[in-house]
């Protein structure tokens, strides 16, 4: 069932300083019988959205992934795609990402082309998301795979204008990302200067493995941080990521 109201349910929490947890989930490195572990984990952690990509998805696991998703639970679906390829009506919702950290015009602009028509008649709902790439302390798949600079983690300037300018441009979100499996998350003093000027919901991803660095990326301001590699060793690291956000 898609829930279209997803983005108003991040404004409301937001606005009650409330803080969310995302789980992500690479259709390419989840085995099936692993993903039940992560989404039973999810459901009893109360983890509040799945998000579903990849910077290369070789294998067409996607719509089995989601299904699989959707057959043990309600928690609501977020594609945040790598490409214009990994699309699918059976999700909830979409982060239309722009990689406003880049100028890679394909990332900016040319794959949103390719892809509205079809989301056009979909019924995810479709939230466009100001996606920022800082340097984690180690290439991802994400630098590589879309060509472009992250922004240098010491730059807390360039970080804030261009938080600025998305919102400025009427994204609805701004997404921090130190990329999968960074060795440095991004760090408290950029999160904390890029929330202080920004109205709409802020995420932080990439590197985050223990309750302390959540709790402390939430204090800096994050309202939403998503967490995947380190759930993806062990599912049960769940229950503690959720309870740092939950007890915030
Ligand atoms: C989401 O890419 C991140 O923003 C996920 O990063 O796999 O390091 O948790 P990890």
């Not at 404004?11 to 989404?39: C, F, M, N, S, Y």
């Not at 180690?138 to 600079?149: A, D, G, L, P």
Request: net charge negative; aromatic share 6%; charged share 20%.
């Amino acid at each position: 069932m898609a829930d279209r109201h997803l983005y108003e349910g991040l404004l409301e929490a937001k606005a009650r300083g409330e803080k969310r947890l995302a789980v992500l989930i690479d259709p390419d490195k989840t085995r099936i019988r692993h993903l039940d572990q992560v989404v039973d984990a999810a459901s009893e952690g109360g983890v509040h959205y799945f998000f579903i990509g990849g910077s290369l998805v070789v294998n067409d696991m996607l719509d089995t992934v989601l299904a699989g998703i959707r057959r043990r639970c309600s928690i609501p679906i977020v594609l945040f795609p790598g490409n214009s390829f990994q699309l699918s009506y059976r999700a909830d919702a979409i982060l239309f990402l722009s990689l406003i950290s880049g100028r890679n015009a394909e990332l900016l602009i040319g794959q949103h082309v390719v892809a509205a028509p079809f989301l056009k008649m979909s019924p995810l709902e479709i939230i466009s998301t100001g996606y920022m790439l800082i340097d984690g302390g180690v290439q991802t798949s994400v630098q590589y795979m879309s060509n472009t600079w992250p922004i240098p983690a010491n730059k807390v300037d360039i970080a804030v204008c261009t938080a600025m300018a998305g919102e400025m441009l009427g994204l609805k979100m701004i997404y921090l990302e130190a990329g999968s499996g960074a060795h440095n998350p991004v760090p408290e003093d950029m999160v904390e200067a890029v929330a202080g000027v920004l109205h709409v919901p802020l995420i932080v991803g990439g590197g985050i493995r223990t309750p302390e660095k959540a709790t402390a990326l939430l204090h800096a301001g994050a309202d939403l941080l998503v967490v995947g590699s380190a759930v993806e060793e062990d599912p049960g690291r769940i229950r503690e990521l959720a309870a740092a956000v939950r007890e915030f």
